[in-house]
């Protein structure tokens, strides 16, 4: 869309989301915020034999958190657990297309919102979250963002 820093792949998954809602009998669910912009991400797994079969989210957020959290539950699916906890943040934004810098922390969102799911996923299952639950940290803007 032309005089917009978005591409046309974040336009589409603004537009039109993929997987929003909820799964009832999710394996695990994850909830983050941003406490800057203070937009919150839900994000929902359904694990099966160590494959992630589905994902959904809700996001009360900007158009590149709803973005950002469709695509990750595009990626996540068909992936084992190890293989989405591999997934970052700019392999999300990367996925999109690219986000305008001032962006990329919305991608943060996503990640963070999917391994606080993983995580809860690992607690459900007897294992220990702690190498990889998200981080409580301020905003940040980091360069590797
Ligand atoms: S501005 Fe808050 S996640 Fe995008």
Redesign the pocket.
């Known amino acids: 869309m032309a005089g917009l820093p978005y591409s046309e792949k974040v336009m589409d998954h603004f537009m039109h989301p993929r997987n929003v809602g909820e799964i009832p009998d999710a394996s695990g669910i994850g909830t983050v915020g941003?406490p800057v912009?203070g937009?919150i991400m839900k994000m929902f797994i359904k694990v099966e034999n160590e494959v992630i079969v589905d994902a959904k989210f809700k996001t009360f957020?900007?158009g590149?958190?709803i973005s950002t959290s469709s695509m990750v539950t595009e990626m996540v699916k068909g992936k084992t657990v190890e293989e989405a906890l591999k997934i970052s943040n700019k392999a999300v934004a990367e996925a999109l297309g690219g986000l305008p810098p001032i962006?990329m922390?919305?991608s943060v969102?996503a990640e963070e919102a999917l391994r606080s799911a993983l995580a809860d996923y690992y607690k459900k299952t007897g294992r220990d979250p702690s190498a990889f639950e998200p981080k409580e940290k301020p905003h940040e803007h980091h360069e590797e963002h």
Request: include cysteine; charge should be neutral.
């Open positions: 941003n912009c937009d957020g900007c590149a958190a962006k922390h919305c969102l």
